[in-house]
C-alpha cells in the first residue's frame, strides 16, 4: 500500500481529500492501530511484487531481511516455493525478528518439496522456533532418512529446549538407521546448549539416549566424556 510519511512541513491541502484519506487510510491496520513500517521496505517490495528480474528480486529479498518488518512477510512466504527465488526469500523470513517470519516459515511445510522444504527445516531450527518442535519430530521420523529427515534432526538440536530434546530421543531410538547418526550430532548440540541454560537434567537424559542408540564412534566418545564431566 502506500505510504504516507513526512507529514510535518508538507503543503498537504494542495492534496484532495479523498486522496489524503486514501493514503492515511492505508498507514492504519485493519484493528484501528497505526502500522510501524520501516519506510525502507517500500522499494523492495515494489519490486518484488513487479515484473522484474529474478536478479533485482533476488536483491530485493537480500534488501528486506536486512530491515523488514510484518508487511514483507506474506511478500516473501509467496515466494518460498519459487525455484530460483525461494532461497532468498527464506533467508529474508530467517533474518527477521519478528514472530510472524517464523510462523510463516511453519505454515509453508505443508506445500514444500525437497530442497526448498529442506531449506525451510533449516531457517526453523536457526530461528530456534520452539512451536514447530512438533512439526520437526514428524519430519524427523516419518522422511524415512534422506535431506528432510537429517535437516529436521539438526533444526531440532538448534532449537534445544525440553521438547526438542525428547523428539531427539524419540529419533535416536524410533528412527530411520540412516537417521540415527545424524541425530547423534543433533544431540550433542542441543545437550551443550541445555546444559548451559538449567537444562542439566534434560542433556544428561539426551546424552544417554545417544549412547543407547550410537554406541560407538566419535559422536559417542565425545557424549561419554560429557557425562563423565558432569
Do not use: W
Not at 508538507?10 to 484532495?16: D, H, I, K
Amino acid at each position: 500500500h502506500t505510504r504516507f510519511r513526512n507529514v510535518t512541513g508538507v503543503q498537504t491541502c494542495a492534496l484532495p481529500i479523498f486522496l489524503l484519506l486514501t493514503i492515511l487510510a492505508g498507514c492504519v491496520s485493519p484493528s484501528g492501530t497505526t502500522q510501524s513500517t520501516d519506510p525502507r521496505e517500500a522499494a523492495p517490495l515494489a519490486v518484488l511484487r513487479s515484473d522484474a528480474s529474478v536478479q533485482d528480486k533476488a536483491r530485493a529479498c537480500q534488501q528486506l531481511a536486512d530491515f523488514a518488518g510484518p508487511a514483507a512477510v506474506p511478500v516473501l512466504a509467496g515466494l518460498l516455493a519459487h525455484e530460483q527465488l525461494g532461497d532468498y526469500a527464506r533467508s529474508g523470513l530467517e533474518s527477521m525478528a519478528d514472530p510472524a517470519a517464523g510462523a510463516a516459515l511453519r505454515s509453508a511445510l505443508g506445500r514444500l518439496r525437497g530442497r526448498q522444504l529442506a531449506g525451510a527445516i533449516n531457517s526453523l531450527g536457526v530461528r530456534r522456533e520452539a512451536t514447530a518442535v512438533s512439526e520437526l519430530r514428524r519430519f524427523a521420523l516419518e522422511s524415512a532418512g534422506g535431506p528432510t529427515a537429517e535437516a529436521a534432526v539438526t533444526a531440532l538440536g538448534l532449537v534445544a529446549d525440553a521438547a526438542a530434546a525428547r523428539a531427539l530421543q524419540d529419533v535416536l531410538s524410533q528412527g530411520a538407521a540412516s537417521v540415527r547418526l545424524p541425530a547423534a550430532h543433533a544431540a550433542l548440540v542441543a545437550a551443550e546448549r541445555l546444559g548451559g541454560s538449567g537444562g542439566a537434567a534434560e542433556a544428561r537424559a539426551l546424552l544417554e539416549s545417544l549412547l543407547r542408540a550410537v554406541p560407538a564412534g566419535p559422536p559417542a566418545e565425545a557424549a561419554r566424556r560429557r557425562l563423565a564431566a558432569r
